[in-house]
């Protein structure tokens, strides 16, 4: 059984950084793409980004594009999630999350659709 585990969340001022993990266990991710989701008090959840099985593409949510880096390390079988420039609008619970099926080509989007599962969540508070 996949098991996701997020880590790494906080409180921070804004303009602070975080990084984000997401480490797997009972399985192997070498061949599966991973989405970054995040959700606010009173709101959907949202994709944040995501990663290629290959790790040479990668997507992000215009409103992080430029401020948070998606990684990969297939050693540790971890995901990461590096955000900079915080704002108070990234406050939400930070979820990880993988599709159902293995795909080692296709980049998936950043709806919550595409993904199968999840980890129970990190949260990240962005406040002065």
């Known amino acids: 059984q996949l098991q996701l585990v997020e880590s790494g969340g906080g409180l921070v001022q804004p303009g602070g950084s975080l990084r984000l993990s997401c480490v797997a266990s009972?399985?192997?991710?070498?061949?599966?793409?991973i989405g970054w989701f995040r959700q606010a008090p009173g709101k959907e959840r949202e994709g944040v980004s995501c990663i290629s099985a290959s790790a040479d593409r990668s997507n992000y949510a215009d409103s992080v594009k430029g401020r948070f880096t998606i990684s990969r390390d297939h050693t540790k079988n971890t995901v990461y999630l590096q955000m900079n420039s915080l704002k108070p609008e990234d406050t939400a619970v930070y979820y990880c999350?993988?599709?159902?099926?293995?795909?080692?080509?296709?980049?998936?989007?950043?709806?919550?659709?595409?993904?199968?599962?999840w980890g129970q969540g990190t949260q990240v508070t962005v406040s002065s």
């Open positions: 999350a993988v599709p159902r099926y293995s795909d080692y080509v296709s980049l998936p989007g950043l709806s919550t659709d595409e993904y199968h599962y």
């Open positions: 009972g399985y192997n991710l070498d061949y599966y793409p």
